[in-house]
């Protein structure tokens, strides 16, 4: 029997409530064992928390304490040892959005510190699995330069990241080696990379866009990122720059810096004069992520004169793979941090 369809005066369930009831808050570090002395001028700055940034499970319990379960510093260290394809990094602000009441159900948590049992065993990988899934090192037109669309290419500026995620597509050659997955490295030095990529462009007409990414510019050096970007620029056929960065998420104190500011401005300004679309990618997957520290740096990057700020999320079980939770980072993301959502794929 056909479901009766609801009149103008009746609305259909919805799967939420808007406004949002969430709270639009930074988090309180102090609740935390490993943060409680620690300042918000230390906080929000990008060098303490690269300094303080999580590498190994000894220093994830220091910063949670008692609030980490055994078993669950158990079950990470056995998918270190197993299963994963990263090696494990987290940033002190990124660490700060668990809800370590329950760490186990933390959507952040499943993805970022996978423990072994969180891994589907029942359905097999998709039989043209690969670990460069996206094939963009067998499109390099010079190394780090994929050219798989005609108007397109991606430059893969470096190989490392503020954080490493473990659903990362890039998990051939970015981040340390782990027992599952000896990493490709680079044979060319940066400078010689960037100039090959650029020589390139130059001789390419038909590119028209260029994500620059990696790994992930919040880590490569400003003056190095602000040159090849300005570089791009001087390219006449270039007409749209974007920079990824899942940092503005996991480190969003990096954008917050005044020679950051400073070179982006440089950059937009650049841009607007040139009639180049400039814009920055982000890669948030849960409401829980988007505090005011991001919608700061977000913010700044817009009035400095990008075009926007857009988010690619990844679909991932257990963390954003309901109607209500995907709704409710969209409308975070665009109410608070005037982010657009861009996309979601799947892992």
């Known amino acids: 029997m056909r479901r009766p369809i609801a009149s103008r005066g009746e609305s259909a369930e919805q799967p939420f409530k808007y406004p949002l009831e969430r709270v639009y808050a930074e988090p309180d570090w102090t609740r935390l064992p490993g943060y409680r002395k620690v300042t918000r001028d230390d906080w ?27 078993d669950l510093v158990a079950g990470i260290e056995r998918d270190q040892r197993e299963r994963a394809t990263m090696s494990l990094l ?33 359905w097999p990988s998709h039989p043209r699995a690969a670990r460069d899934s996206l094939h963009e090192s067998e ?29 990362c597509t890039r998990m051939d050659l970015v981040g340390n080696s782990v027992p599952q997955v000896q990493k490709t490295r680079f044979a060319l030095a940066p400078k010689d990379r960037y100039a090959q990529m650029l020589e390139y462009l130059r001789n390419t007409r038909s590119v028209r866009d260029v994500v620059v990414s990696g790994g992930d510019v919040a880590n490569l050096p400003i003056e190095q990122l602000e040159q090849f970007v300005s570089a791009l620029l001087d390219i006449e056929n270039i007409r749209d720059v974007r920079l990824a960065s899942k940092g503005l998420m996991g480190i969003p104190q990096h954008f917050l810096q005044d020679k950051v500011l400073q070179a982006m401005e440089r950059l937009a300004r650049k841009a607007f004069e040139r009639g180049v679309s400039l814009a920055l990618h982000t890669h948030i997957n849960h409401a829980n992520q988007v505090t005011p520290l991001v919608g700061r740096a977000a913010k700044k990057l817009l009035e400095l004169g990008f075009r ?9 079980r257990g963390v954003n793979d309901s109607q209500k939770s995907l709704l409710e980072l969209c409308f975070m993301l665009q109410d608070h941090a005037h982010i657009v959502p861009y996309y979601f794929t799947g892992a």
Not at 45 to 61: D, F, G, Y
Request: net charge neutral; glycine share 4%.
């Open 308 to 316: 926007d700020v857009r988010n690619q999320g990844v679909l991932l």
């Open 90 to 122: 987290i940033t002190p602000h990124m660490i700060n959005t668990l809800d370590e009441r329950d760490l186990w159900a933390d959507p952040l948590r499943r993805y970022m510190l996978p423990a072994f049992v969180d891994r589907r065993t029942d």
């Open 139 to 167: 499109m390099w037109v010079v190394e780090g330069l994929t050219h798989r669309y005609p108007t397109k290419v991606l430059a893969e500026m470096l190989s490392t990241c503020p954080q490493y995620c473990g659903h």
């Open 44 to 70: 929000e700055s990008a060098l303490w928390q690269r300094k303080n940034t999580v590498k190994s499970l000894a220093e994830l319990k220091e910063a949670l304490g008692k609030l980490l379960p055994d």
